[in-house]
């Protein structure tokens, strides 16, 4: 399970600060110690503000300014987006999860992704054989808090179109950036319209009003390890060769943008609706603990593709309202913006165009 907290901070492109964090905590492993079923709305209810705040920030840094690039002007963005979680899901109880076999031991609040890194919340893990026999029950933590801010990165290259209209698109090849790390590829595409030629030479108008929609996809694969401790008995498939992780990421972004250049410097508002879609699986044969001794040793089933987090837990749906600038010095831009919506974000970056 080590590996797969590694996943879970590393997926989103992060600091090294995020790897450090993910190499140094063990408290995530314990997740293991439970049914499929237990760990399964366990990791759901950990990590719901980890995609969340990536989904959103994946929707971030498409414009700046509703004027679009003249034809066949482009310009190279690169930004990050960070989404800041908000304190509603910066906790979970644990008793709310109905888990079959797993009780908090003191407090039922326990932290998740985006919670108080200081917070240590202790479980009780049952064997499901014989509940009620206090030989037969395993004490442990849950992991602790990370961050509460989510980022996402940005690649994209805008070329200008006719009739005040470009095309966008985000573009990172599957590439495997380490053994630790894995494989990412990104792909998006978007379109924008500057409305404020369209009345006639007699309308124009004083400023530049635009539509921008944009969709981005990013995908994630990482093998992985997770084998039961030596001498252990398992019970099922003991081929563990063949783990890896699998995630999907996607996200629309609907904006009307309004922009008034002044020299060098533009301003920008828009408003809009965002929605994201998370799909993130362990593929492949992994033990966990289904049963202690009465000695206290922990005895181990093997299932195949046990974790899925999907749905609407791990998706963003809602209203969003922008407000940034985008600076322009000859072919250098500069670009800054904050979103107000559900998970609020920030987002800068740097251009280089004509």
């Given amino acids: ?13 992060t600091s090294a600060t995020f790897k450090a964090s993910a190499q140094s905590d063990n408290g995530i492993s314990d997740l293991f110690k439970g049914s499929p079923g237990d760990v399964n709305k366990l990791i759901n209810a950990y990590s719901n503000p980890l995609f969340k705040g990536f989904g959103n920030s994946l929707n971030g840094g498409w414009t700046n300014t509703a004027k679009t690039q003249s034809l066949l002007h482009f ?44 917070l240590s919340t202790g479980i ?35 070329i200008g179109l006719i009739k005040s209209t470009d095309f966008t698109v985000r573009f990172i090849p599957t590439t495997k950036i380490t053994n630790d790390v894995g494989s990412v590829g990104m ?9 404020a030629n369209d009345f006639g030479a007699k309308h124009v108008l004083p400023f530049d009003l635009a539509l921008a929609v944009g969709y981005t996809r990013l995908n994630y694969t990482k093998p992985l390890s997770v084998q039961p401790d030596a001498g252990s008995t398992v019970g099922g498939n003991t081929d563990f ?38 799909d993130v699986g362990l593929k492949g044969n992994f033990p966990f603990v289904t049963g202690v001794t009465n000695t206290g040793k922990p005895i181990y089933t093997s299932y195949a593709n046990p974790i899925s987090i999907t749905g609407s837990a791990a998706s963003v749906n809602g209203a969003r309202a922008d407000v940034g600038f985008q600076m322009s010095l000859f072919f250098f831009k500069l670009y800054g913006s904050y979103s107000f ?3 609020q974000s920030v987002n800068a970056g740097i251009g280089l165009g004509f």
């Fill in 124 to 158: 009780v893990v049952s064997d499901p054989s014989a509940p009620n026999d206090p030989t037969r029950k395993y004490n442990t933590t849950l992991p602790k808090g990370v961050s509460q801010y989510i980022p996402a990165p940005q690649v994209q290259l805008t």
């Fill in 341 to 343: 919506a559900a998970y």
């Fill in 1 to 13: 399970m080590k590996k797969l907290y590694t996943f879970i901070t590393l997926v989103i492109l």
């Fill in 241 to 278: 060769t063949n783990q890896s992780l699998e995630g999907h990421f996607s996200g629309w972004n609907t904006q009307i943008i309004l922009s008034k250049k002044l020299l060098f410097f533009t301003p920008f508002v828009s408003v809009g609706y965002l929605s994201s879609k998370t």
């Fill in 75 to 118: 310009v190279v963005r690169v930004s990050a987006t960070a989404s800041m979680v908000p304190s509603s899901d910066k906790t979970f109880d644990i008793n709310s999860l109905n888990l079959d076999n797993i009780k908090p031991s003191g407090s039922s609040i326990a932290p998740t992704f985006g919670g108080d890194k200081n």
């Fill in 187 to 195: 792909f998006g595409f978007g379109l924008k319209h500057n409305f």
